[in-house]
């Protein structure tokens, strides 16, 4: 079996999922952290990989940019390849000067004002979606549990990169978002819509405050701390 966007067979792609944008990440990660990864789709270059973390068969899997695009790739995942939670792991622009560069954010809830849910039949309420509260929470204990400082809070999904708000209005308009990213709105309305486990984690990559933001390698080391937060959760759930 295999749908327009992703040519693994059923059984190839884990029951949990890592999801960065980046094709390229998504490579990186499965060189670097999973053991025996096998390429299982790389139509439209959107990489998957499947393999072992710590014993636990884990798949990554990239997403694109934006919500129409991690909205086919997740759901699919989800609905086709019986996929039980998806992490995404992506970088974020921050909103407040407390959050600064490298740090980890884990989202607790989306703000958007894009159609998506509508569209796919998910009620949403002052424009806000949550991740699963179960993967939620235990992101967090692993978080302390590795002495990682982290943030939470609301995220901006927005649908326009390039936009004409500054970030005092940006975090007021998105329910006093502490950093926006363009992903998690969809990941969760899909999460709901099927049933299934969702959960952003993100790195401050930028700073619309301060317009301070990493280098592509820094982006590469920073990532770390949130990848292998990410895993750990994976591992324990997997």
């Not at 004409?164 to 709901?192: C, D, Q, W």
């Amino acid at each position: 079996m295999s749908t327009p966007h992703n040519e693994a067979e059923k059984g190839q792609i884990a029951k949990v999922v890592l999801m960065p944008g980046d094709p390229l990440r998504a490579k990186w990660i499965a060189e670097n952290f999973l053991q025996d990864a096998e390429l299982v789709n790389k139509v439209r270059g959107i990489y998957a990989y499947t393999g072992y973390y710590n014993g636990k068969r884990i798949s990554v899997m990239a997403h694109g940019m934006g919500i129409p695009s991690i909205g086919i790739y997740s759901y699919e995942l989800f609905k086709f390849y019986d996929v039980e939670t998806i992490i995404r792991v992506g970088s974020t622009g921050s909103l407040k000067k407390e959050v600064n560069l490298g740090d980890v954010f884990i989202a607790s809830s989306s703000t958007s004002f894009s159609n998506y849910a509508d569209e796919i039949g998910v009620e949403v309420k002052n424009n806000t979606l949550y991740p699963t509260k179960e993967i939620l929470d235990l992101a967090i204990h692993t978080a302390k549990e590795q002495n990682i400082d982290f943030y939470i809070g609301n995220v901006a999904s927005a649908d326009a990169f390039y936009n004409k708000y500054t970030p005092e209005e940006f975090s007021e308009k998105y329910n006093n978002a502490l950093v926006v990213e363009m992903e998690a709105f969809g990941l969760y309305a899909n999460a709901i819509k099927t049933n299934k486990k969702a959960l952003t984690l993100l790195t401050c990559s930028d700073s619309l405050v301060t317009n301070k933001e990493m280098t592509s390698s820094d982006r590469q080391t920073s990532f770390n701390k949130m990848i292998k937060l990410a895993l750990s959760v994976a591992e324990k759930i997997a």
